[in-house]
């Protein structure tokens, strides 16, 4: 089935090591983008990639990095992990960038959570 | 700048009666508006969207939503609540034409449905 796959699903962390949230795509999306949820916020856009090679900053990219090396994956790293990060974090992709382009496939999330 | 409000954080009413989730925006040009769902532990999935077409919106599972501009209002409606529409619902506006890193999303109305 076509989609989103984001792995781990669920991970517990302490605070001060380095985690990698791996997203990948199978739909030939040209844009990816890595939210983070949190009660009572919505969705903010932490990252984002309009086309392989190319990355963004979102609304709090701070502590995060992210490197999009070919057009299926779309890695979100935390360099050294902060309890602020607690959150779950959603991957998506959007076929392009042209305008009306902008409809979200999602993945379930990743749940992390920093000790 | 753009912004959206949804009026109310939780929402409960019986299966088989009217659903109504409220959604204001705000933004500088005409505005491309959006509703996506999510169920529990799942990512979010797209309802129904608005790009200046039609003002009354049909989305999936027999939701709509019309725009209103004179009120700045995109309402997510359905006639009949069922079970399965118990859930945690999203208002997303972009600028008209934005892509999908220009999103802005609202802070979610929890849907519950009971017997």
């Known amino acids: 089935i076509a989609g989103i796959t984001q792995a781990p699903t669920s991970q517990i962390l302490a605070a001060g090591r380095r985690m990698t949230l791996r997203c990948t795509q199978d739909m030939r999306h040209n844009a990816m983008y890595w939210y983070r949820q949190d009660l009572g916020l919505g969705l903010r856009l932490i990252h984002y990639?309009?086309?392989?090679?190319?990355?963004g900053k979102g609304e709090v990219p701070d502590g995060y990095s992210v490197s999009r090396a070919n057009t299926d994956d779309f890695p979100l790293t935390l360099a050294s992990a902060v309890p602020s990060q607690t959150s779950v974090y959603f991957c998506?992709?959007?076929?392009?960038?042209?305008?009306?382009?902008?409809?979200?496939?999602f993945g379930a999330g990743s749940r992390l959570t920093v000790l | 700048a753009q912004s959206v409000t949804q009026l109310d954080s939780h929402v409960s009413v019986s299966e088989g009666t009217p659903v109504l989730l409220r959604c204001n925006y705000s933004s500088s040009y005409s505005p491309s508006l959006f509703w996506y769902v999510q169920h529990p532990n799942k990512g979010l999935q797209l309802l129904l969207k608005?790009?200046?077409?039609?003002?009354l919106v049909k989305g999936i599972n027999g939701f709509e939503a019309e725009f209103k501009k004179s009120e700045t209002s995109f309402h997510l409606t359905k006639p009949s609540a069922h079970m399965s529409d118990a859930a945690e619902y999203f208002c997303v506006v972009s600028d008209q034409g934005g892509t999908a890193s220009k999103l802005t999303f609202g802070t979610g109305t929890r849907l519950q449905v009971t017997l």
């Open positions: 990639s309009n086309t392989a090679g190319t990355t």
């Open positions: 608005y790009t200046s077409a039609a003002t």
């Open positions: 998506a992709s959007s076929s392009g960038t042209l305008p009306g382009a902008n409809v979200l496939t």
